[in-house]
Every structure is written in structure tokens, then in C-alpha cells.
Nanobody, 125 residues
């Protein structure tokens, strides 16, 4: 059974950093893309970043500040978030979707079949 569990959210001041973790079980990361999405109250879900064996991708709003990485030995994906801004406040979700090895992942939620429960990130002074 495929399962994703996010952790690492919390309250941080503007300019601070957080690292989110997405622990995967029941499948091999080599054959999947992992996407990070966020949803703020009253706003649509937004694709933030994704990573697969072919590379990673970022939304313009987080490019240069967020970095996705994978630890295949731990079957875990990370989202390092630096220089956080109040507009980064949202519930963050990781999601998994099968992907061909040579393809780059995409930031569309419809491309992902399995989702974690989400973790709250609040950026405020």
C-alpha cells in the first residue's frame, strides 16, 4: 500500500528556513515523481516543486529559495525552504505519480495519484 507522510512544518519568521520531509512507503521512488503542492486559505492549490530521477522543477514564486532532494536509501524526499515569506504560508502536501524514467516531472496535480495528509507552514513575525 502506497503511503506518504509529510513532516517538518511549523511557524517561522520571515527570512527563516524550514525543511519538509515526505516519507514514502509501499513503492520505489525510482519509478515515481514526487510533487510538492501548497494551498492557502481561499486560494487554489499551487504546484511548488517536483522531483524525479530525471531532475527537478520549481514554480517561479519559489525558484532560488526552495530546493527538492531525494534520499533513495531512506525513500524520503525533502523540500528545503529558505528565505521564507509570509505569502509562503499554506498547507504543504507531497504527492506521488508514476513517471517514465526519461521524463521531467510536472507541477500539475492531476499527474499525481497519491497524496499525503499535509503539513502546515506559517511564516509570520
Amino acid at each position: 500500500q502506497l503511503q506518504l507522510v509529510e513532516s517538518g512544518g511549523g511557524l517561522v519568521q520571515p527570512g527563516g528556513s524550514l525543511r519538509l520531509s515526505c516519507a514514502a512507503s509501499g513503492f520505489n521512488l525510482d519509478y515515481y515523481a514526487i510533487g510538492w503542492f501548497r494551498q492557502a486559505p481561499g486560494k487554489e492549490r499551487e504546484g511548488v516543486s517536483c522531483i524525479s530521477s530525471s531532475g527537478d522543477r520549481y514554480a517561479d514564486s519559489v525558484k532560488g529559495r526552495f530546493t527538492s532532494s531525494r534520499d533513495n536509501a531512506k525513500n524520503t524526499v525533502y523540500l528545503q525552504m529558505n528565505n521564507l515569506k509570509p505569502e509562503d504560508t499554506a498547507v504543504y502536501y507531497c504527492a506521488a505519480g508514476k513517471i517514465l524514467s526519461f521524463r521531467l516531472c510536472v507541477l500539475r496535480g492531476i499527474s499525481y495519484d497519491d497524496w499525503g495528509q499535509g503539513t502546515q507552514v506559517t511564516v509570520s513575525s
